[in-house]
């Protein structure tokens, strides 16, 4: 017998109703952040009572993060898959980092699979949420150690200190850079000027920026 049909109508429901919650969250945290959203707003667009919102989260804060725990291993594995192609060459550069972190970015398909685009652009919103760096410490943060490794072999003369603040800064960039891809930048899309190709000058820029916070020391004559 399927699984499923030995579960309770009352727990298919739940699971359906969580479902829709955590659906509604991504939709709404993906087009106004992690503050505007109500319980209210949250249970409207999930099509269910307000008060199912803490009944099966606890509380709005919680239901962020378990929206964002929820796909993050999909994430993880193609940040992984990505870094993998980077370590087989044989000597890697800041560039090639930086390229597999984005990849996972590259094609945010909004309209073939809004679900997975939804939960994208709310993730290039964590920098903004008050909870936001514990949470990507939490769920990305093996991700992020792999790809500071990374950029230090890149760039052994490095200071490590120097690296974490330059990656802080790259993915905060990275992450306009997504919300723009997903047209969630308030009242425009996109920024005046702001093409398509400009995801490729963000890489070089942000690949200099990297690469001259902490500049390879230069020989004496």
Not at 102 to 130: I, T
Request: net charge neutral.
């Amino acid at each position: 017998m399927d699984a499923i049909a030995l579960r309770p109508p009352t727990a298919i429901r739940g699971a359906a109703t969580r479902d829709a919650l955590l659906d509604a969250a991504e939709l709404l945290v993906a087009g106004h952040g992690f503050s505007t959203p109500s319980h209210r707003m949250i249970a409207g667009e999930a099509g269910t009572h307000v008060a199912l919102v803490n009944y099966h989260f606890g509380s709005k804060e919680m239901l962020f993060e378990a929206a964002l725990e929820r796909r993050a291993p999909r994430l993880n594995a193609l940040w992984r898959e990505a870094l993998a192609e980077v370590r087989q060459r044989p000597k890697r550069k800041v560039a090639d980092v930086l390229r597999a972190w984005w990849k996972p970015f590259e094609q945010v398909d909004m309209e073939g699979d809004a679900h997975w685009g939804n939960y994208l652009c709310a993730f290039s919103r964590l920098g903004a949420a008050a909870d936001g760096e514990t949470w990507y410490q939490r769920y990305f943060g093996n991700a992020d150690r792999d790809f500071l490794n990374a950029l230090s072999d890149a760039m052994p003369h490095a200071p490590r200190e120097d690296i974490e603040s330059a990656f802080r800064y790259a993915r905060t960039l990275f992450s306009e850079v997504l919300l723009y891809r997903c047209g969630k930048m308030g009242g425009t899309c996109r920024p005046r000027g702001f093409r398509d190709d400009d995801v490729e000058r963000a890489l070089r820029f942000v690949e200099a920026g990297i690469s001259g916070v902490s500049p390879p020391p230069t020989l004496s004559a």
